[in-house]
């Protein structure tokens, strides 16, 4: 259940991020990648080596390449 937190607070993050990017004429996925490449292992919000993160973020990235 707290994997499901940190992944819903993860992507709370990212969309708000990407919609604020978006208003600057900026492509929302800059903000789906910035947003992974900080808040992740930054503050350590999510383990990169968990299994539930490896199945989403293979699906994140077949979502991102038919954008």
Do not use: C, H, W
Request: proline content about 4%.
């Amino acid at each position: 259940m707290e994997i499901l937190l940190a992944f819903s607070i993860l992507l709370a993050i990212a969309t708000a991020f990407a919609i604020m990017l978006q208003r600057l004429k900026i492509s929302p996925i800059v903000g789906y990648i910035t947003t992974g490449l900080l808040v992740g292992p930054v503050l350590g919000l999510i383990d990169p080596q968990s299994e539930f993160v490896s199945l989403f973020s293979n699906i994140g990235i077949a979502l991102i390449s038919f954008q």
